[in-house]
């Protein structure tokens, strides 16, 4: 695989530190992964006996990557964060050592492979994190290009509609960690802050240490994600609230914080 580094990334990329990974495990991975599942059982009805090779890409921590790694898929993960893909590649040793899984570091906007895949993923606000058209346009071309002939994308996004209606505050509490996250609209910028900070506990177990991070989040319109995904070449495009892709709607804007899109090379 060869990655291109062309747009310099925003401050973001500190984000995704190893607190944050560890923070990502201690409250994301209990039990299946209800993107994953959901995704997975949708996928399998619309296409039977496909080949089962999936790239996923911000695969983040590889719960996701786990979860069709069970399902007998081959699966390419891709992120930015090293700190993340090592969990991935924690998580998924045996699966890694037998040749079903591997994870790369890289940007989602420049990538290419050169094999295919039957499905992409993109989950997990990872859309969210691309400033502006150019980011996604890049990305969705380079998706394209990794993805056979009659394959799927499938990915989800936070709306601003829905977060404009929906600043809020939740505190979570575990033997793993206390955290404070706070997400705050920006009207002014159209943007949404994502604060958290805490306490973690460290990856040897012993001892908790402190963070605080924000990340910054931009949102992009279902009008101008369809049409950029036109742009590149992808048909059947159509949207839906979370975990439900078999009920398309119109648009997302106006409904729904979070939105599914599906297209179809
Ligand atoms: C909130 S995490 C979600 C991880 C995973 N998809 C999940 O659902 O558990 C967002 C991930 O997107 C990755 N990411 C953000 N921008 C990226 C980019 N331009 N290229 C690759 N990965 C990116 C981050 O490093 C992070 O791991």
Known sequence: MATIKKKKYSDNSN???????????????????????????????????GNKTLLDIGCGTGNFALYFLQKSY??????????????????TESFIKNGKAKFIQGDARYFKFNTKFALATCFGWCLNHLDGEEDLENLF???????????????????????????????????????????????????????????????????????????????????????????????????????KPSNPIPSTDEVTPCAWCVAKK
């Open 15 to 49: 984000f995704y530190t190893e607190n944050f990974a560890n923070f990502w495990d201690s409250t994301q991975s209990w039990g299946p992964d209800a993107n994953a599942l959901n995704l997975c059982r949708y996928y399998e009805q619309i296409v039977s006996n």
């Open 74 to 91: 081959t699966v390419t993960g891709l992120d930015l964060s090293e700190e993340m893909l090592r969990h991935a590649r924690k998580k």
């Open 141 to 243: 071309r380079s998706t394209f290009n990794a993805v056979e002939e009659g394959g799927y994308f499938f990915f989800n996004f936070l709306t601003e509609k829905g977060f404009a209606n929906r600043n809020y505050v939740r505190t979570s509490d575990s033997e793993k960690q206390s955290s404070t996250e706070c997400w705050l609209y920006h009207p002014e910028t159209e943007k949404v802050s994502h604060k958290f900070s805490g306490f973690i506990q460290s990856s040897l177990g012993k001892y908790y240490v402190r963070f605080q991070q924000t990340l910054t989040l931009n949102f992009h319109k279902s009008i101008t994600i369809k049409r950029l995904l036109s742009k590149t070449g992808w048909k059947e495009i159509y949207f839906s609230l979370p975990y």
